[in-house]
C-alpha cells in the first residue's frame, strides 16, 4: 500500500470513530456545555502522555506549532459548544451534518491560505449545498425532526466556522499526530469552562453512567479519533480531508436511527442528500490524458476534493 493510501485510511479510520460523538453525546443526557467541557477533561491526561511520548522521540514542539495549536484549542471549544448545542436542538444525526459544512469553509479558505485553488465544481455546488441546509432547517416542513430545527441550523453553521478554523490551525502545525492536540486539548478544556455561563452552564458533577458515557467520548472520538486526523491533516490537501471526514455526518446519521431512535423527516433526509451530494460533486476535478506527442502541462495546486462538537 503506497504512503498517501496509507494516509487516507487513516483519516478514514479517524473520522468513523469520532462518528460516534454526537451519539454518545445524546447517550451521556448531560448539558451541551457539561458534555464538551468532559469530553476535553477526560481526554487531557492520556493525550498529555501521548504527547511526552511523542516529544521524546521528536523533540519538542517548535514555538510556532504551540501558538497555532493554542489557538486551535479556542476555536475548538467553541466548535464543541455550539455543536453539542445543536445536537440538542435538532438531533445527533442532523447536526452532525450541518457542522460538516465546514468542506466549503475549508475550501475556500485554504485557497486563500495555502494556494489550494478550489474548483469551478465546488463553485457551483455551493448554493445547493445550502438548499440543504434550509431543507435540514425544518422552515417548509411542518413535520421536521428537532426541538427547534432552525435553532439547530443557525447552531450548526456556527459550529462550521469554527471547525474550518480549527482544521486549517491544525493544517498550518508541525506534521505532529499528538502534541498540537494534546496542546488543543487542554486549552479548549480552559477555554470551555471559562465560557460554559454564556452556553447555559456546565454540570461539574455529572452521575453515573453519564460518567461513562463521557469517558468513552473523550477516549474514543476525542483521543483516538482526533489523533488520527491530527496524523493526516498535514500529510495532504486540506480539501482532502475535508471530504474524508464527510464519513462522519454520514455514518453518524445511521447510528443516530439505530441507537437513538432519530427520525428526520423525509424533507431533512432530503437536504442531507442534497448536501453530501453537492459536496461530492463540487469535490470532482476533471482531468485530461495528454494528446499523442503533447507533454502534461503542470496546473496549478488545486482543490483535490470537497472536507464533522
Given at each position: 500500500m503506497s504512503a498517501h493510501r496509507r494516509i487516507v485510511l487513516i483519516a478514514i479510520v479517524g473520522a468513523l470513530i469520532i462518528s460516534t460523538s454526537a451519539p454518545l453525546v445524546r447517550l451521556s443526557g448531560v448539558s451541551p456545555a457539561t458534555s464538551a467541557l468532559f469530553r476535553c477533561a477526560y481526554a487531557v491526561p492520556p493525550m498529555i502522555v501521548l504527547a511526552w511520548l511523542e516529544r521524546r522521540r521528536l523533540g519538542p514542539l517548535p514555538?510556532?506549532?504551540v501558538v497555532l495549536a493554542w489557538l486551535a484549542g479556542v476555536v475548538f471549544a467553541?466548535?464543541?459548544l455550539f455543536w453539542h448545542h445543536a445536537i440538542d436542538y435538532v438531533g445527533a444525526g442532523l447536526a452532525t451534518v450541518l457542522g460538516n459544512l465546514q468542506v466549503f469553509l475549508v475550501a475556500f479558505a485554504a485557497?486563500?491560505?495555502?494556494?489550494?485553488r478550489p474548483s469551478s465544481r465546488l463553485m457551483v455546488a455551493t448554493p445547493i449545498v445550502f438548499a440543504g441546509v434550509v431543507l435540514i432547517s425544518g422552515v417548509f416542513d411542518s413535520a421536521a425532526?428537532?426541538?427547534d430545527p432552525i435553532m439547530g441550523v443557525l447552531a450548526g453553521v456556527a459550529t462550521s466556522i469554527s471547525y474550518a478554523a480549527f482544521l486549517l490551525l491544525m493544517k498550518a502545525g508541525p506534521?505532529?499526530?499528538?502534541?498540537?492536540l494534546a496542546h488543543a486539548t487542554v486549552v479548549a478544556t480552559v477555554a470551555i469552562a471559562l465560557l460554559s455561563p454564556l452556553f447555559g452552564g456546565a454540570d461539574l458533577m455529572p452521575s453515573w453512567p453519564a460518567h461513562g458515557w463521557l469517558l468513552l467520548l473523550a477516549l474514543g472520538p476525542q483521543v483516538l479519533g482526533w489523533s488520527l486526523i491530527t496524523f493526516s491533516l498535514p500529510r495532504q490537501p486540506a480539501a482532502l480531508t475535508a471530504l474524508l471526514l464527510l464519513v462522519q455526518p454520514m455514518t453518524t446519521v445511521a447510528l443516530s436511527a439505530v441507537a437513538l431512535g432519530e427520525r428526520p423527516s423525509a424533507l431533512q433526509?432530503?437536504?442531507?442528500?442534497?448536501?453530501?451530494?453537492?459536496?461530492?460533486?463540487?469535490?470532482?476535478?476533471?482531468?485530461?490524458?495528454?494528446?499523442p506527442g503533447?507533454?502534461?502541462r503542470k496546473e496549478p495546486r488545486e482543490q483535490q476534493v470537497p472536507k464533522a462538537g
Open positions: 514555538w510556532k506549532g467553541l466548535d464543541l485557497w486563500a491560505l495555502f494556494g489550494e425532526y428537532g426541538r506534521a505532529r499526530a499528538v502534541g498540537p433526509l432530503a437536504g442531507c442528500a442534497v448536501i453530501v451530494l453537492g459536496v461530492l460533486y463540487g469535490s470532482r476535478t476533471r482531468t485530461r490524458s495528454p494528446r503533447e507533454t502534461r
